[in-house]
């Protein structure tokens, strides 16, 4: 349709095996977003250099990813935005997707809510789920922020101010740090009660 471009990738890699995915962008008067899908069936080993040998043999040969993000920009000056993410296991990305680790959005599942105010001024409700046990993420469940940014009532001063109230919890990535020692890292957090203003 349009405003809707999409790709069909199918690929046999001889060292790997098949694999078959999606990429899809889409635009529309009062939407836009993205979607990309990618599976393969793996018998091969990931080359991460020679420190991380023996993270080289994938846990699993069924491997892929799912992301899905969506800004929807809804009446009396109301944006929505939706993400979804999900990642066979830690090295996928950074085997067949080598730009997108090392440059890309964080890969998060996340419903983010503004409001526009006024020229200067927006309000905004953010939750968002740690889903991947491999990354370490921060998780608003949920997050209320008011923020005014460039105000020059008292010109040449200059006002920004952002005021924030919610409930966060830090999880931290549930593998081992060093293979070779099985040290493993407790630094996740409960849920904490934070509000602040700047």
């Not at 046990?133 to 101010?161: A, K, M, N």
Request: no cysteine.
């Amino acid at each position: 349709p349009p405003g809707y471009d999409a790709t069909l990738r199918t690929d046999y890699l001889s060292r790997r095996g098949p694999g078959i995915g999606i990429d899809s962008d889409y635009e529309r008067e009062n939407y836009f977003g993205l979607f990309r899908s990618y599976y393969i069936h793996d018998d091969g080993e990931d080359d991460l250099g020679p420190l991380r040998k023996a993270e080289n043999t994938p846990d699993t040969k069924e491997r892929g990813r799912l992301l899905w993000r969506h800004r929807q920009f809804l009446p009396n000056d109301w944006e929505l935005t939706l993400e979804g993410a999900w990642i066979s296991d830690p090295n996928f990305l950074e085997t067949y997707e080598r730009s997108e680790f090392w440059e890309g959005k964080e890969q998060e599942t996340a419903i983010y809510l503004r409001k526009q105010l006024g020229e200067t001024e927006s309000i905004t409700l953010l939750a968002n789920w740690r889903l991947l046990d491999f990354l370490t993420q921060t998780e608003h469940l949920p997050e209320l922020t008011y923020r005014r940014l460039g105000d020059t009532f008292l010109s040449p001063v200059v006002l920004y101010h952002e005021s924030r109230v919610g409930a966060v919890r830090y999880r931290v990535d549930e593998r081992e740090l060093f293979e070779y020692s099985r040290w493993r890292p407790d630094r996740s957090s409960d849920v904490t009660f934070r509000a602040d203003v700047r």
